[in-house]
């Protein structure tokens, strides 16, 4: 087997011969500037605007600033505006600004210093609001006479001329519940007054009753106290008298993303009521929509997915939140100690996933299917193949795909491939200029060789092609990594939005660029930091940053 071996098309449609090599298209890549950095800062992240601009965000490990520099689409600078930081990360959690040196750091700890944390990177328009909350043990390290402390957060906007405006807020009202009670971001966002939380308020009576409420923290510029909004959501039951069986689910409501005036939630459903037994009913998958104000608005929907007779959505391994997706966030027990981390349970059940298609509303639902009628918990379940389906925001369905995995396609499983299991690596992202998606997954790096597998799909959800890359291959080949500016934030609790791919070979049906960044990654060799950050700027052209090293070095900026 060749190290660029490929099962394409021909092989999940059972088309008899072989498909013709075709050499796929490139497009000129034309430097516009190189943006030297410091021997210790790096691009820090990356974010795409309504006007097609491009915002970098240039971080340092020596100081705690960062520098905004926003990028026309010809690739120019319009304008840098330094961006206010009190905190800093390190190993050992947040730090105040005064600790600056990095003469003792290591290479890794000096990138981990390079790092946007803790800042929230949100647009609202053109706009750019740049969010940062006090850490308690930060808030002791900050120099004397800071207007700052615990709990507070500090909020920049920068317009889009780059001209910066601030305020700072006090902590958060107090949680308004009795009992055991606990408070929880499950969102952020930021509209035309200044930057939202959405909070989760959860008190526990007794072992068997819960109650929640939610709201809208609104972070108003012009003010200094936060704004509470209450607004409800469908009630989540979470006790069922065989709920053990179903491992660590939760069916709470997770954040999905906002659009101007829509904020998505979304949730997976065992049960409906507290009454019912889970596994006894299909699995639910729903979505819900309200406004600025917390009012339900026209659409959601839910769905149980239709799937063949017979198969059903099952455990696959791991799948990240994609998109603005967040189920992994913050809680604070306390108005003063709002970072303590506690990770709900999202991703450890990963029984197909959700992602806001942001450019037009629609929702998409993926995963992957075994066999079965009813849900079950199963170690190991064997799958049989992929799903995903998408979804107008009124719950129209608009395109379903329902693939197994064809015979030649599990010939090469190795280390339980094609079983769900925990530490199972998965992948999904839609490109910005194409519209296609993709899914990928790999068997745990300790139990495979670093094979994968890859499913490319057009927006209509026809299957384009497959493709496998043996371990061997992929370690042999030079990789070319693309990162994507997202439209809405470049962080969130769980991490950053940035989605990736990572492919040894560009293909036919791909956009040229990738060719043309496939050809300068070959021609520099393997450089274990070396990426590329692309930025949609129009019908098939785009802005492209090369970054070559961890810190330190060149940026420099292509448009194709």
């Given at each position: 087997?060749?190290?660029?071996?490929?099962?394409?098309?021909?092989v999940l449609l059972g088309t008899a011969g072989r498909v013709a090599a075709q050499a796929p298209a490139t497009v000129p890549l034309h430097l516009v500037q190189t943006i030297e950095l410091a021997p210790?800062?790096?691009?820090?992240?990356?974010?795409?605007?309504?006007?097609?601009?491009?915002?970098?965000?240039?971080?340092?490990?020596?100081?705690?600033?960062?520098?905004?520099?926003?990028?026309?689409?010809?690739?120019?600078?319009?304008?840098?505006?330094?961006?206010?930081?009190?905190?800093?990360?390190?190993?050992?959690?947040?730090?105040?600004?005064?600790?600056?040196?990095?003469?003792?750091?290591?290479?890794?700890?000096?990138?981990?210093?390079?790092?946007?944390?803790?800042?929230?990177?949100?647009?609202?328009?053109?706009?750019?609001?740049?969010?940062?909350?006090?850490?308690?043990?930060?808030?002791?390290?900050?120099?004397?006479?800071?207007?700052?402390?615990?709990?507070?957060?500090?909020?920049?906007?920068?317009?889009?001329?780059?001209?910066?405006?601030?305020?700072?807020?006090?902590?958060?009202?107090?949680?308004?519940?009795?009992?055991?009670?606990?408070?929880?971001?499950?969102?952020?966002?930021?509209?035309?007054?200044?930057?939202?939380?959405?909070?989760?308020?959860?008190?526990?009576?007794?072992?068997?009753?819960?109650?929640?409420?939610?709201?809208?923290?609104?972070?108003?510029?012009?003010?200094?106290?936060?704004?509470?909004?209450?607004?409800?959501?469908?009630?989540?039951?979470?006790?069922?008298?065989?709920?053990?069986?179903?491992?660590?689910?939760?069916?709470?409501?997770?954040?999905?993303?906002?659009?101007?005036?829509?904020?998505?939630?979304?949730?997976?459903?065992?049960?409906?009521?507290?009454?019912?037994?889970?596994?006894?009913?299909?699995?639910?998958?729903?979505?819900?929509?309200?406004?600025?104000?917390?009012?339900?608005?026209?659409?959601?929907?839910?769905?149980?997915?239709?799937?063949?007779?017979?198969?059903?959505?099952?455990?696959?391994?791991?799948?990240?939140?994609?998109?603005?997706?967040?189920?992994?966030?913050?809680?604070?027990?306390?108005?003063?100690?709002?970072?303590?981390?506690?990770?709900?349970?999202?991703?450890?059940?990963?029984?197909?996933?959700?992602?806001?298609?942001?450019?037009?509303?629609?929702?998409?639902?993926?995963?992957?299917?075994?066999?079965?009628?009813?849900?079950?918990?199963?170690?190991?379940?064997?799958?049989?193949?992929?799903?995903?389906?998408?979804?107008?925001?009124?719950?129209?369905?608009?395109?379903?795909?329902?693939?197994?995995?064809?015979?030649?396609?599990?010939?090469?499983?190795?280390?339980?491939?094609?079983?769900?299991?925990?530490?199972?690596?998965?992948?999904?992202?839609?490109?910005?200029?194409?519209?296609?998606?993709?899914?990928?997954?790999?068997?745990?790096?300790?139990?495979?060789?670093?094979?994968?597998?890859?499913?490319?799909?057009?927006?209509?959800?026809?299957?384009?092609?497959?493709?496998?890359?043996?371990?061997?291959?992929?370690?042999?080949?030079?990789?070319?990594?693309?990162?994507?500016?997202?439209?809405?934030?470049?962080?969130?609790?769980?991490?950053?939005?940035?989605?990736?791919?990572?492919?040894?070979?560009?293909?036919?049906?791909?956009?040229?660029?990738?060719?043309?960044?496939?050809?300068?990654?070959?021609?520099?060799?393997?450089?274990?930091?070396?990426?590329?950050?692309?930025?949609?700027?129009?019908?098939?052209?785009?802005?492209?940053?090369?970054?070559?090293?961890?810190?330190?070095?060149?940026?420099?900026?292509?448009?194709?």
């Amino acid at each position: 087997m060749t190290t660029r071996s490929r099962l394409l098309l021909a092989v999940l449609l059972g088309t008899a011969g072989r498909v013709a090599a075709q050499a796929p298209a490139t497009v000129p890549l034309h430097l516009v500037q190189t943006i030297e950095l410091a021997p210790n800062a790096a691009l820090g992240g990356t974010i795409r605007l309504p006007n097609h601009n491009t915002v970098l965000f240039i971080t340092d490990a020596d100081r705690a600033a960062v520098r905004a520099q926003c990028l026309a689409p010809n690739g120019h600078t319009l304008w840098e505006t330094p961006v206010r930081r009190y905190q800093r990360p390190r190993q050992e959690g947040l730090l105040g600004n005064t600790l600056t040196s990095t003469d003792k750091m290591d290479a890794d700890q000096v990138r981990e210093a390079a790092s946007m944390l803790p800042l929230s990177v949100l647009t609202e328009g053109n706009n750019v609001l740049v969010v940062e909350r006090i850490d308690a043990s930060a808030a002791k390290k900050l120099p004397q006479g800071s207007p700052l402390a615990a709990g507070q957060v500090y909020v920049q906007r920068l317009d889009e001329r780059g001209e910066r405006t601030s305020a700072d807020f006090g902590p958060p009202l107090p949680i308004t519940m009795e009992a055991e009670e606990t408070a929880q971001t499950v969102g952020r966002y930021a509209d035309a007054g200044g930057f939202v939380e959405i909070v989760r308020e959860t008190a526990f009576i007794g072992k068997k009753e819960r109650v929640q409420r939610f709201y809208l923290l609104h972070y108003d510029l012009g003010t200094t106290t936060p704004r509470r909004e209450p607004f409800t959501l469908p009630p989540s039951p979470w006790i069922a008298s065989n709920w053990d069986m179903f491992g660590q689910w939760n069916q709470d409501w997770a954040y999905l993303g906002h659009r101007p005036n829509q904020t998505y939630f979304c949730r997976r459903t065992l049960i409906s009521s507290a009454q019912e037994k889970a596994g006894q009913q299909p699995l639910t998958f729903q979505v819900y929509v309200v406004d600025d104000l917390g009012h339900a608005v026209p659409g959601g929907f839910s769905t149980t997915l239709g799937l063949a007779k017979g198969t059903i959505p099952i455990y696959c391994g791991q799948i990240p939140n994609y998109g603005e997706l967040d189920f992994a966030t913050r809680r604070h027990i306390s108005p003063t100690d709002l970072t303590t981390p506690r990770y709900d349970s999202w991703a450890t059940t990963a029984v197909g996933s959700f992602y806001l298609d942001y450019a037009t509303g629609d929702v998409l639902i993926f995963g992957e299917y075994g066999e079965g009628d009813l849900p079950t918990y199963e170690l190991r379940p064997e799958l049989l193949g992929y799903f995903e389906q998408r979804y107008a925001v009124d719950g129209t369905p608009l395109a379903r795909l329902q693939m197994p995995y064809s015979r030649e396609l599990t010939a090469h499983k190795k280390a339980g491939s094609f079983t769900g299991q925990y530490g199972r690596r998965i992948g999904f992202h839609l490109d910005p200029l194409t519209g296609q998606s993709q899914y990928s997954f790999a068997p745990m790096h300790v139990m495979g060789t670093g094979e994968t597998f890859d499913l490319f799909l057009d927006p209509q959800l026809k299957l384009q092609r497959v493709e496998f890359v043996p371990g061997a291959g992929r370690n042999a080949n030079v990789a070319t990594t693309v990162y994507y500016a997202q439209p809405f934030a470049v962080f969130k609790a769980s991490g950053t939005t940035a989605e990736r791919r990572r492919y040894a070979h560009a293909h036919p049906t791909d956009a040229p660029v990738y060719a043309a960044l496939e050809q300068r990654s070959q021609a520099a060799g393997s450089l274990p930091f070396h990426e590329y950050h692309l930025s949609s700027t129009g019908t098939g052209t785009g802005l492209v940053v090369e970054r070559r090293l961890a810190t330190g070095g060149t940026l420099q900026v292509f448009t194709f």
